[in-house]
């Protein structure tokens, strides 16, 4: 999917949402597990509940490979049922991956050509030639770690880095995750980058927008981890809105009881008419 | 496996090799194509033909991953033979994963309960809280990533950052690998910390060692990607060895012929009395 389509599709629903698939067969209503596959099976209810408010799906890999096997047919069926039934919906596969050139390679080919996402998180400590693979796919998106919605977060990302390794002069020192931004521009395709911010930090978004002022964001911790839209939007919507907003928990687990497609919809709904909205403002 | 039994294996068989399962179906000999599953019969017979010349295999899971669920059966399969017939061989799921806790979780979980691996590489960037849940396994290792082989390295690995946050005081800067050691040594249960440091950047290890005096390195770069053994036993040694030497391509692709099996213990062996040699001298 280029960028355009999913800025057309934006304007369409009126909706920035990105609803992520973080299945936990503990915590999904009890009548799925009697089914073969439960984790399909509660992923498709609940995109049959939602596609029409939401914009992206995200399913996390880390929730399908606990599951081995199983759990890697059910990605499958999952992305699969999503590009059949829903081809303009924008589909991120959370891996958070990340290595070597010649790895990153197979990692692309894995999630771009095998299970056919339209993009993929990846973590960019290993530098240039970790991402530039993922790069290297044409209407493919690889939305990279950047400031990130957890406590340690502050660990590493916000620590200052110097503008000029090993000078003197230190007047350029500024934080990670901003050299992060900064250098990944120079990366070949950039283009096709997108980033991870987290609701949880609002106010960081009006630094962030001087250094890529257009790249679309995906922004978790709106809801279960405490951000808000409202604060998002206010410091990081662009002209092109430039925002995907995910709520995981907060709409997939909305109830555990035999109406929870309706309350993941009812939960999916009350945040996309915020968006439309804030849209109108 | 306890780091205990890893150094006594290490002693037992004169070698401290771990050999990388990075198989590409369009390396390995043709006649493997025409089986039902050619990269586990191909690691099979790398494992059966270089077990007593290693401690450590690390499969590398990108390169299971770019086959979809058959890649992932392979995966499992691999794993399976290793633990079933040599259980006393360190396996380490090269897979560099890393996010939020309730999702590294879901990772560890993947690969210490579900594909039973001694231990997994992880990825530093999201900090504390999305390193720890690995951490939390009884007698299960997690390989972060410190100062890596490639040419990415430099882009934030070795920038330096300030001791202090926003202080005046800047003198206690220093590269941001090393406040990548330094930090995790403060995290729970941080004795199950092992850290990939890069041969091709043997000169650090001296630095290194000052931080992490005790803890095993895994060492990627040495053949394929240039590093050299010596040097970096002369600088990155210690008492219990504490290094694990990875050669993925400088082994399994040492032929691509009928005696690749034969070629790979050639270069398994000649590594291993390398290695031996190092440590009686």
Redesign the interface.
Known sequence: MTTQQLIEQIQLKKSFLCVGL?V?LNKIPAHFLELEDPIFEFNKAIIDATHDLAVAYKP?T??F?????K???SL?KTINYINENHPEIFTIA?A?????????S??A???FE??NFDSITV?????????EPFLAFEDKHTIM?AL???????????????GT??EAE?SG?KE?YK??LE?SKTWKNSENLMYVVGATKAEYFTEIRKIVPDSFLLV?GVGAQGGSLSEVCKYGMNANVGLLINSSRGIIYASKEADFAEKARAEALKIQQEMEAILQS
Chains 1, 2 share one sequence.
């Open positions: 973080d936990d996390n880390a929730f490979e606990a599951y081995g096997i759990g890697w047919m499958q959370d958070k991956r990340g290595d070597i050139g010649n790895t990153s197979m990692y080919k894995a999630f095998d299970l973590a960019p400590y290993m530098g240039k030639d970790s991402v770690l990130t919605s957890n406590e340690g977060a502050f660990d590493f990302q916000t620590l200052d880095v110097d390794r090993g230190r020192a990670l050299r992060v250098t978790p």
